[in-house]
Nanobody
């Protein structure tokens, strides 16, 4: 489906990571891209997304620590994660709407593990 997430890893609490989600050129609408996460035993939840009005929205738990951004020339969406906490440990997925069929698709996920 051409959503490739990367950048996960193991980091200590207080550390930083930057996730990337590469979308196929002219395949996904960059304005619809977002990041979600799923921790073991929990439901997948929204972390950060671009809104239809051109802004951004964040889960309360990551506000002030995470930043979503995009590089339209590279068809890539980023999630800068600062001040990471053990509770941020999860598999992170990018999500976006494919232009061709207006359906939302998931990338394959990247593991983020924050040690205390």
């Amino acid at each position: 489906v051409q959503l490739q997430a990367s950048g996960g890893g193991l980091v200590q609490a207080g550390g930083t990571l930057r996730l990337s989600c590469a979308a196929g050129r002219n395949v996904f609408s960059m304005n619809t891209m977002g990041w979600y996460r799923q921790a073991p035993g929990k439901q997948r939840e929204l972390v950060a997304t671009f809104t239809s009005g051109g802004g951004t929205a964040y889960a309360d738990s990551v506000k002030g620590r995470f930043t979503i951004s995009r590089d339209t020339a590279k068809n890539t969406v980023y999630l800068q994660m600062n001040s990471l906490k053990p509770e941020d440990t999860a598999v992170y997925y990018c999500n976006g709407k494919r232009i061709r069929d207006a359906q939302y698709y998931w990338g394959q996920g990247t593991q983020v593990t924050v040690s205390s």
